[in-house]
């Protein structure tokens, strides 16, 4: 990813921004092609591998022990011209990505399987949600395991941007959020935050 020095983004923000964006793009080379699936990742806890499943009959379940490429969209928005002081600008994006490496292995462990699917649900199921996979009746869960195929990407680069108008005068900024917050869009808004949070 090309990332300018202003815009790269800092290790911690770097995991933070996987944590809030889990809901990945993952790509690989299968037979000279290039492959894409959407899914979510959970980062382990100790921050060196991505944890997932493929359904079963997904080919790029064959990128195991392969190189593979996981992004990461944050928020992103227009950023348009007419926000700046002067007329000589030009319209741009703001956004955050982060982009992941890293050797695919597919887990085989059932005790590891069930801890990582248990982890995918808690961490996406509602807090004040009614149900609970706990409950769920053992050969029903064992069934649809048959379905997937679990896996673990060990992290061998991680980049990140963050693409906030650092490019430009604090005027200029201060200008920018104050239009994105008379915006209704939920990416506008997390795209003020983080520019607010940027320059303090």
């Given at each position: ?16 921004s ?48 392969k ?7 944050g ?10 002081e ?15 490496k ?26 004040d ?7 769920v ?56 935050k ?7």
């Amino acid at each position: 990813m090309y990332i300018p020095e202003h815009f790269k983004m800092e290790t911690e923000f770097i995991y933070q921004s996987i944590k809030e964006n889990p809901f990945s793009i993952l790509v690989s080379e299968i037979d000279g092609e290039m492959i894409a699936t959407h899914l979510p990742l959970l980062l382990s806890e100790d921050k060196q591998s991505l944890i997932g499943h493929f359904a079963k009959p997904n080919p790029q379940k064959e990128s195991f022990e392969k190189e593979v490429l996981c992004i990461f969209s944050g928020p992103h928005c227009y950023i348009s011209p007419s926000w700046y002081e002067t007329d000589r600008s030009v319209p741009t994006w703001n956004f955050t990505a982060v982009h992941a490496k890293g050797i695919l292995t597919i887990v085989e462990d059932p005790e590891k399987i069930h801890k990582s699917l248990l982890a995918l649900v808690k961490r996406f199921e509602s807090k004040d949600s009614n149900y609970n996979v706990d409950f769920v009746d053992t050969q029903y869960i064992e069934g649809l395991k048959k379905g997937i195929v679990p896996f673990e990407i060990k992290i061998t680069q991680l980049e990140g941007k963050q693409k906030l108008s650092q490019n430009h005068s604090l005027e200029r900024r201060n200008l920018v959020i104050q239009e994105l917050e008379l915006l209704p869009g939920e990416n506008e808004r997390a795209i003020a935050k983080l520019m607010k949070d940027s320059i303090r």
